[in-house]
């Protein structure tokens, strides 16, 4: 199991921004590299689902509902990734979780919770 730290979860009103970050502590560089990583987020009485993707080329995925809001973006230097998410929604409430996938299998963090009030 790969130890996956992740942080920077808060209460905001709607409209306003948080960054999350996830970090990887004891991967080496070159490998983290290599990994692709993701946020899910889980809110009260539903199923985990996938927010955002990055892939060790960059590339991204979305999902629809936080497409033009949310940005993920990864330092490979710092063996960080992080999630920066705008005009928040009382429907991004959650708690969030990062995944470091390698080798095809998820490595999950504790989870940052993440409350938007209206």
């Known amino acids: 199991q790969v130890p996956v730290v992740d942080s920077g979860g808060g209460s905001v009103q709607a409209g306003g921004s948080l960054r999350l970050s996830c970090a990887a502590p004891?991967?080496?560089?070159?490998?983290?590299?290599?990994?692709?990583i993701a946020w899910y987020r889980q809110a009260p009485g539903k199923v985990r689902e996938l927010v955002a993707k990055?892939?060790?080329?960059?590339?991204?995925n979305y999902s629809d509902s936080v497409k033009g809001r949310f940005t993920i973006s990864r330092d490979n230097g710092k063996k960080r990734a992080y999630l920066q998410m705008n005009n928040l929604k009382s429907e991004d409430t959650g708690v969030y979780y990062c995944?470091?996938?390698?080798?095809?299998?998820?490595?999950w963090g504790q989870g940052t919770q993440v409350t938007v009030s209206s």
């Open positions: 990055i892939a060790p080329d960059r590339g991204t």
């Open positions: 995944s470091i996938i390698r080798y095809g299998s998820d490595n």
């Open positions: 004891t991967t080496i560089l070159s490998v983290f590299s290599s990994d692709t």
